[in-house]
Each structure stands twice: as structure tokens, then as C-alpha cells.
């Protein structure tokens, strides 16, 4: 499944925010205004795709993973 979130003012990605998403594979935050991720933000997804570019990300919560 494809979640597409681009061009919105999210600011904030809580903890456990996409738990019930379990087919959830592709999901676009792009163009937002996001200032924390926190490390359970995307906890139990099998996300092939995550698209956080183009954002002002300020502050990702220790044990997040590797961020290209």
C-alpha cells in the first residue's frame, strides 16, 4: 500500500504514529515541515520507500537507523 503525506504542514512524526499500517509499504512525507522523528515513529512497518526529502528535520530520536 502507498501513503502519500507531501505538500502538508505535518511538524511532528509521534511515536507509533503508522502501527496499525501493517501493508503499508511506500510512504511520502516529502515537503513537509517535520522537526522530530522519534525512533518508534515507523516501528513494525516493512516500508520498502520512506521519501523525507525536501524537509527541515531538526531533531531524529536516537536509534532511528541510518539516515541517507
Known amino acids: 500500500d ?3 503525506l507531501h505538500h502538508n504542514k505535518i511538524s ?3 511515536n ?3 502501527n496499525s499500517l501493517f501493508h503499508l509499504e511506500n510512504l511520502d512525507l516529502s515537503f513537509n515541515y517535520i ?6 515513529s515507523f516501528f513494525l512497518l516493512n516500508l520498502n520507500n520512506l521519501n523525507l526529502s525536501k524537509k527541515y528535520i ?3 530520536g536516537e536509534g532511528i ?3 541517507f
Open 58 to 60: 531538526l531533531f531524529i
Open 16 to 18: 507509533n504514529s503508522f
Open 65 to 67: 537507523g541510518r539516515v
Open 12 to 14: 511532528r512524526i509521534q
Open 35 to 40: 522537526k522530530e522523528i522519534f525512533k518508534t
Open 2 to 4: 502507498i501513503l502519500e
